[in-house]
T-cell receptor, first 116, second 113 residues
């Protein structure tokens, strides 16, 4: 499973766009890139997942360059409630197990602090 | 649709005791994974169950075990508790299809004294 590297912390202000970049140099062909958000004393919450190029949903965008060795989570117009730890995960789904979820390797995450 | 439910939410145990934690996945989800979260080590994978079979296992001692029932509910057991087992234990469930997200419960906060 590929190891990920992301900044330990980031600061931002309300209304700004926040970009968190994750490095995963050893990503494998069948690995997907997934981002989770975690608030204190709660379980992580899925934000977005992608394989290549760009993925967008109602809360974030995920940019993945052609070599897939890095990815950037983009949070548009953050608010105070976006203060949390953001985890970048790289891993393949266990296709040979009929689609079961493989184990998730969480790094240290990026602690995002949004200030008023 | 109900989310992942973990019971109990909080637990205090004495060193040397054993503990059993329970996880009820989202209805229809067949995969259940367990994670340990501590301030020092972060989130670490314990094991994953799919259709009552352990599919993956993390790097934890044999004191940590689990099982999954036919209704996909899962339990994890920790025997001979140590102070270092104090942590937030999280359960996640996923549907059976590929490339799907994991849904986490709120966790069980275990304190070993």
């Amino acid at each position: 499973l590929a190891k990920t590297t992301q900044p330990i912390s980031m600061d931002s202000y309300e209304g700004q766009e926040v970009n968190i970049t994750c490095s995963h140099n050893n990503i494998a062909t069948n690995d997907y890139i997934t981002w989770y958000q975690q608030f204190p004393s709660q379980g992580p919450r899925f934000i977005i997942q992608g394989y290549k190029t760009k993925v967008t949903n109602e809360v974030a965008s995920l940019f993945i360059p052609a070599d897939r060795k890095s990815s950037t989570l983009s949070l548009p117009r953050v608010s105070l409630s976006d203060t949390a730890v953001y985890y970048c995960l790289v891993g393949g789904m266990s296709r040979d197990y009929g689609g079961s979820q493989g184990n998730l390797i969480f790094g240290k995450g990026t602690k995002l602090s949004v200030k008023p | 649709k109900a989310g992942v439910t973990q019971t109990p939410r909080y637990l205090i145990k004495t060193r040397g005791q054993q503990v059993t934690l329970s996880c009820s996945p989202i209805s229809g989800h067949r995969s259940v994974s367990w994670y340990q979260q501590t301030p020092g080590q972060g989130l670490q994978f314990l094991f994953e169950y799919f259709s009552e079979t352990q599919r993956n296992k993390g790097n934890f001692p044999g004191r940590f075990s689990g099982r999954q029932f036919s209704n996909s509910r899962s339990e994890m057991n920790v025997s001979t508790l140590e102070l270092g087992d104090s942590a937030l234990y999280l359960c996640a469930s996923s549907p059976s299809t590929v490339n799907t997200e994991a849904f986490f419960g709120q966790g069980t906060r275990l304190t070993v004294v």
